[in-house]
């Protein structure tokens, strides 16, 4: 895994000149339907070149250009040479990916040979026109390495009416979130932690009346915003068993997420909340922190009792939430939790969906054999490892085989693989080699102190998965109603939450009229009809 040191030169950075338009239109990308070829003509003496999207986001380290870095030539050294196929890379700014990525399309003669968006709605966008390579055969016979790598749950995320048309990035991390108690709380008040709703329930009423942190009445049980990490455990432990129409039907994916809005014990988890809101648990403005600061800094502070977070935030020095609760309050501990066992006994959540980035060929691109070459390259021996991680020694250090970065690495070690996700658009997350070393390496992330916190969290992101609702094709009213839903859904919670308890009843109807009337019955209907012609398939 040792790697030589960089011995390139520099060349002259290039400039890219990018046109907006205002429109897309893919029937050029559909107009060159030759068939892919992998060497043409001349390959014995004459390389075929193969043009790949590189993200362009402007940190580029001095010494280097985005087209002449260690990167670039360490693909040159170990794919170009021994394949006869020169790989170009093609700029594409990183804040205005899609709209270049559409002008590229549409153009189909100066378009990439392999593109990429981490933007489902484009990918099924290019898909449906017609934009887009078919890979089925070309993975089969070209990629063998690529197909193990990825996995076929993770590939039937790039089809299309049942037909490959991407490859996606394999995403390592799936799961979502943990719970957080104050520990020490519950051992001054000698309580047992929380397994469920009623559990909770009593939990925080214990940290409403004692205030064991002696925050002078500033105690806030339950630490609430309106981001997704805060409500959504607690609103799927409420969601009744379901038959697989159910879940098909009934879901609603707004976005990349999930939505239960119709499902079963919706109601109910909104019932809950409004009671703990009314009985002043939970975070008075949690319908104003979107960005979660407001929680970070109570937190930080020792005013929360507990609360739900993106598995391991907690732990990460981004923010030194936790590093800062214990400086603030010595003695505070944060214990990770499951805390909402569902009528099944099950502490259900949602997890991501097993891919990332949307890899593509498109239509007009005759170099689709050397595309699917250069990305089983990616995905054999060292190659992906090399470029996510650098040289021994010098960005990392083995540890039982895991990868630990150097804190103490040198800046032009560092500089060497620099945004080393944009060249590995097969994954999404660092690969250390099996599903154990990239957990282990994962949480090495954090500081040694937090580690085994930070494992614990991490497993219970993924005790009991809800796993995202997925048909082979998109549904067309989620796309066009989507994003209104989403704030819809949002202003449901804070409503129904926030509302006297004698209103609940009226708000909640009212709420959800509403909803369905923005577009949910649509997409309900919607997905009723693909439901019949998938089930019947």
């Known amino acids: 895994m040792v790697m030589e040191r960089n011995r390139f030169g520099k060349l002259a950075r290039m400039g890219v000149a990018?046109?907006?338009?205002?429109?897309?239109?893919?029937?050029?990308?559909?107009?060159?339907?030759?068939?892919?070829?992998?060497?043409?003509?001349?390959?014995?003496?004459?390389?075929?070149?193969?043009?790949?999207?590189?993200?362009?986001?402007?940190?580029?380290?001095?010494?280097?250009?985005?087209?002449?870095s260690y990167l670039t030539n360490l693909v040159k050294e170990r794919f170009s040479v021994p394949n006869n196929i020169d790989v170009q890379f093609v700029p594409v700014p990183r804040s205005e990916e899609i709209q270049k990525l559409n002008v590229l399309m549409a153009s189909g003669t100066e378009v990439p040979d392999i593109v990429f968006t981490y933007d489902s709605g484009t990918f099924n966008r290019y898909a449906e026109q017609g934009g887009l390579t078919e890979l089925t055969d070309l993975i089969n016979e070209y990629g063998p390495n690529l197909k193990k790598f990825l996995g076929e749950d993770t590939l039937a995320y790039g089809q299309y009416n049942g037909e490959q048309f991407a490859v996606p990035g394999r995403r390592l991390v799936l799961g979502k979130y943990a719970s957080y108690v104050r520990q020490d709380w519950l051992d001054k008040l000698g309580l047992p932690a929380p397994q469920n709703s009623d559990q909770l329930y009593d939990t925080l009423k214990a940290f409403k009346e004692k205030d064991p942190g002696n925050t002078g009445g500033k105690v806030i049980p339950l630490g609430m915003t309106i981001a997704s990490a805060q409500y959504e455990p607690l609103l799927w432990s409420f969601i009744e068993p379901l038959t697989?129409?159910?879940?098909?039907?009934?879901?609603?994916?707004?976005?990349?997420?999930?939505?239960?809005?119709?499902?079963?014990?919706?109601?109910?988890?909104?019932?809950?909340?409004?009671?703990?809101?009314?009985?002043?648990?939970?975070?008075?403005?949690?319908?104003?922190?979107?960005?979660?600061?407001?929680?970070?800094?109570?937190?930080?502070?020792?005013?929360?009792?507990?609360?739900?977070e993106d598995a391991g935030e907690l732990y990460f020095t981004q923010n030194n939430t936790y590093k800062n609760l214990q400086t603030n309050v010595p003695g505070a501990v944060m214990t990770p939790l499951d805390a909402f066992a569902n009528s099944e006994g099950k502490f259900a959540k949602?997890?991501?969906?097993?891919?990332?980035?949307?890899?593509?060929?498109?239509?007009?691109?005759?170099?689709?054999?050397?595309?699917?070459?250069?990305?089983?390259?990616?995905?054999?021996?060292?190659?992906?490892?090399?470029?996510?991680?650098?040289?021994?020694?010098?960005?990392?250090?083995?540890?039982?085989?895991?990868?630990?970065?150097?804190?103490d690495a040198a800046q032009e070690a560092i500089d060497k693989i620099y945004n080393f996700g944009d060249f590995a658009v097969i994954v999404n997350g660092k690969f250390a080699g099996d599903d154990k070393k990239n957990t282990d390496a994962y949480i090495a992330q954090t500081p040694t102190e937090y580690q085994a916190a930070m494992r614990k969290s991490v497993e219970i992101s993924n005790t009991d998965p809800i796993a995202p609702v997925r048909f082979d094709h998109p549904i067309a009213a989620e796309s066009k109603y989507g994003n209104g839903l989403a704030d819809k859904f949002q202003e449901f919670i804070v409503k129904a939450t926030m509302v006297k308890t004698d209103q609940f009843e009226a708000t909640y109807t009212a709420m959800m009229k509403d909803y369905m009337a923005s577009g949910g019955q649509a997409i309900l209907d919607e997905r009723i009809e693909a439901y019949k012609k998938m089930s019947s398939k």
């Open 18 to 68: 990018v046109t907006v338009i205002s429109s897309v239109l893919l029937t050029a990308c559909s107009s060159k339907n030759e068939s892919p070829s992998a060497e043409g003509g001349n390959a014995a003496s004459k390389p075929s070149t193969l043009k790949v999207e590189l993200f362009d986001r402007g940190n580029t380290p001095a010494g280097y250009t985005i087209t002449n």
């Open 244 to 308: 697989e129409e159910q879940k098909y039907t009934l879901t609603q994916q707004l976005g990349s997420n999930d939505f239960p809005t119709l499902l079963p014990g919706f109601k109910n988890a909104l019932q809950y909340m409004n009671k703990l809101y009314n009985e002043g648990l939970i975070s008075k403005d949690f319908g104003l922190d979107k960005d979660k600061k407001q929680l970070w800094e109570d937190v930080q502070s020792g005013r929360v009792g507990f609360y739900s």
């Open 350 to 407: 949602p997890t991501y969906a097993p891919n990332g980035m949307y890899v593509m060929i498109p239509k007009s691109s005759t170099h689709a054999v050397e595309a699917i070459k250069y990305l089983d390259w990616m995905a054999s021996g060292t190659n992906l490892f090399d470029i996510q991680f650098g040289i021994e020694g010098e960005n990392f250090t083995l540890v039982d085989g895991v990868p630990i970065v150097k804190p």
